[in-house]
């Protein structure tokens, strides 16, 4: 049967040509990278993913199917084909032999082909999957083994038009693999180095399809032991009321689990490099108060509310809000004491040093190559405590556990299979597996992960209370990490002496200290903790040079008296105290020499500063300096030129004066000018009126020539005339 089936496509693992395992009933096959790597061209040859049985375990003289799956990643469709699964009868001795051959895929002996059929065309970006049954003659004559298998595609036209093959093996076991313990650890980190996780990242993250959720949907059910970040739980209740409704389910459901669990250092931080850094005791979040907002937290009862035995004195009352302590934050419920899960590098002395730190209660877990000698999963490393998970095992499982695909899942599910089987040829004891920290697993690849491996019934008390075989060290001090750790504190201690320019220092130590722990977290490779460590000193640099004096130009002094404004920037997110010293490099001008001021956050602001100049013209230097109110350095010095032109100050008044006289001067003469005008405008209107009244009564006269006869006119009461005498009148 032939079924061809779309596909989003596979991880850059995978297009590189890794081969997968899916599950059915009997054949474990184990896909590896180099055949197909080496024949990896710009027309993208085809991968092979050849699965059967259940994951990867047949029972000897029983019949199966293999399932292969041809993925096309190339751009153009791949005609029809000819796949053959070909086995090698010679078991593989042990688990390097199984290593070596995936990674090569170079194997003494003969291969007898055990399937074959055609496949169909497959479409770019596609796959199809043919599954071919094998007979329990054509493996009857297998014991009890891991066998090398190859699977191999001819024939095809299109794409690279290249013969493609993988390598895989075949597990054939009669019994089940020794009891397995699974680690899972649960670590989330946040974004953009922010120390705790914030609300909105909390509500992505246990949102249903939140990778915390899958998390926790992953080893439901299951046997798993929990590694918790102790930094995820704190995140969620330093919130208070104000936590997001799905981060408080996720928490209350990780409570109510029944797996058993243990806490990782805050941040995950690494036990190993604080060992190598020969600090005498674990890093610890300096205090987690600051990240506290009292508006989301209950207030506190009165005390008339509280209830008191007899006798006893009644408590304070208080009107704040009862916030939680850094131990009510960072609490897991149920958490085993005593555990330490590190980097793998340690050494003898680093493992005393553990001893120490838990106050002589250790139980370090480590990968079965750090050690001589182990091969069970509880050993004693001379007298400190270990557990140990077995290293090939792990790495296939974490493989799989981070694979969304499940025919790319199931070839690290059946190496897994493998290496466990060979483990437990050597040792019936129960043994130990830990996966990666991985943030993105699905909830399936998690799951079909944990419930194919682990045992129910063994669990972290099971495997603590195995008698303990004796082991060696094998692990080499990591002098890098080590003393870039001692660099990171000593800039730490750096960035507490700046910090004294903030009314709370705790709000940037706080979560400096936080971003320490996490830069040196257990789960960073070489790689990632160099780009970690780097972005982390580039951030304490901008710290430093954040609260600072900017270059100013001259300034020029036209007075011998002035306050002079200099700038203070500060890109803090919160106020700065800071003190500004100014001094002059000539006694002739004098200048208060020290200014106190409070920069408000994320401004720059200017600060003024009396001087008083003695000489009347002249240019001189101001060294400008800036500290914290205990004398801490800020920024850079910077010197102002100034250039004092004190005359101008007497000029200016004079012009300034002379000025105001022009202006009266002028102002006078104009009202006198308007005055003067207002007088002459009357006088013509006085005139005017007269003459008007003469020339009316003219017109009212007859047009025959008459004696004139006189006219008794009454007097105008405006006219300055004095009014007629009556005794006059001639009548």
């Known amino acids: 049967m032939t079924v061809t089936i779309p596909e989003n496509g596979f991880r ?16 474990g096959v184990v896909a590896s990278p180099v055949a197909q790597a080496a024949q990896k061209s710009d027309s993208e040859p085809p991968v092979l993913h050849v699965s059967a049985g259940s994951n990867g375990v047949l029972s000897p003289g029983l019949s199966t199917t293999a399932s292969v799956t041809v993925q096309n990643d190339a751009d153009t469709s791949l005609s029809s084909g000819r796949v053959t699964v070909s086995i090698n009868r010679t078991p593989l001795a042990g688990a390097e032999a199984v290593g070596s051959w995936l990674d090569s895929g170079e194997v003494a002996g003969e291969f007898d082909v055990i399937a074959e059929d055609s496949t169909e065309p497959v479409d770019a970006g596609s796959s199809s999957t043919t599954s071919i049954g094998i007979s329990q003659d054509l493996l009857a004559t297998l014991t009890p083994g891991v066998y090398p298998v190859r699977a191999a595609l001819s024939g095809t036209d299109g794409a690279s038009g290249e013969d493609v093959s993988t390598t895989s093996v075949l597990v054939i076991s009669a019994d089940p693999h020794p009891p397995v313990t699974v680690f899972v650890p649960i670590t989330a980190t946040p974004a953009d180095g922010a120390a705790l996780l914030g609300s909105d990242e909390l509500t992505e993250l246990t949102a249903a399809d939140g990778d915390l959720t899958a998390q926790l949907d992953g080893v439901s059910g299951t046997s798993a032991v929990l590694a918790i970040d102790p930094a995820i739980v704190a995140a969620i209740r330093v919130l208070g009321s104000a936590a997001p409704t799905t981060a408080v389910e996720w928490l209350t459901r990780l409570e109510n689990l029944p797996n058993e669990r243990f806490a990782l250092q805050f941040g995950d931080a690494d036990a190993t490099t604080q060992a190598q850094a020969d600090l005498p005791a674990l890093l610890t979040p300096t205090t987690l108060g600051p990240f506290l907002d009292p508006a989301n937290f209950a207030s506190a009862p009165p005390a008339s509310a509280l209830p008191t035995p007899t006798g006893t004195p009644s408590p304070a009352a208080t009107d704040g809000p009862m916030l939680p302590d850094d131990a009510a934050l960072t609490t897991i419920e149920g958490a085993a004491e005593g555990i330490l899960w ?3 590098d340690v050494t003898a002395d680093d493992l005393a040093a553990f001893r120490t730190y838990l106050a002589g209660t250790a139980t370090t877990i480590l990968p079965s190559t750090a050690l001589d000698g182990a091969t069970t999963g509880h050993v004693l490393a001379g007298a400190e405590d270990v557990l140990v998970t077995d290293a090939a095992a792990s790495d296939a499982l974490s493989e799989a556990a981070g694979e969304s695909d499940a025919d790319a899942r199931a070839q690290s599910l059946a190496a897994a299979n493998a290496y466990l089987f060979l483990a437990g040829q050597t040792t019936s004891t129960p043994l130990a597996v830990g996966l990666d920290r991985d943030e993105n697993r699905t909830s399936d690849a998690l799951r079909e992960v944990v419930t194919t491996t682990d045992s129910p019934g063994v669990d972290l008390t099971s495997l603590r209370s195995t008698p303990a075989a004796p082991a060696s060290v094998d692990g080499e001090i990591d002098d890098d990490r080590g003393a870039s750790l001692q ?30 722990m996490r830069t040196i977290a257990a789960g960073l490779s070489t790689t990632r903790f160099d780009e970690a460590l780097g972005d982390h000193r580039q951030a304490t640099r901008d710290t430093l040079a954040s609260v600072d004096i900017p270059q100013s130009s001259t300034i020029q002094l036209l007075s ?4 002079l404004p200099f700038g203070v920037r500060n890109d803090l997110p919160w106020p700065v105290n800071v003190v500004l010293t100014v001094l002059p490099s000539d006694p002739r001008l004098e200048v208060e020499s020290v200014t106190r001021a409070t920069i408000p956050a994320g401004t720059t602001t200017r600060v003024k500063v009396p001087v008083s100049a003695r000489v009347g013209s002249g240019e001189l230097d101001l060294r400008l300096s800036l500290t914290s109110p205990t004398g801490v350095p800020l920024g850079q010095s910077q010197t102002v030129r100034v250039s004092v032109r004190a005359e101008w100050e007497g000029i200016g008044l004079a012009i300034f004066g002379s000025l105001i006289v022009i202006l009266i ?11 003067r005008k207002g007088e002459d405008a009357e006088t013509a209107d006085a005139s005017s009126a007269d003459a008007a009244s003469v020339d009316a009564a003219a017109v009212r006269a007859p047009s025959t020539e008459v004696e004139p006869t006189a006219v008794d006119v009454p007097s105008d009461p405006t006219d300055p005339a004095e009014p007629s005498d009556p005794a006059k009148d001639p009548q």
């Open 12 to 27: 850059a693992r995978l297009a590189c040509g890794t081969v997968a395992f899916a599950m059915a009933l009997g054949i």
């Open 342 to 344: 590190p980097r793998a």
């Open 487 to 516: 660099l990171l504190l000593s800039e730490e201690q750096t960035l507490g002496q700046f910090s004294t320019i903030l009314d709370d220092p705790q709000v940037l130590l706080s979560p400096e200290r936080i971003r320490i």
């Open 560 to 563: 011998a008296n002035a306050d």
């Open 665 to 675: 001067v002028l102002g006078v003469v104009r009202t006198l000018r308007r005055r």
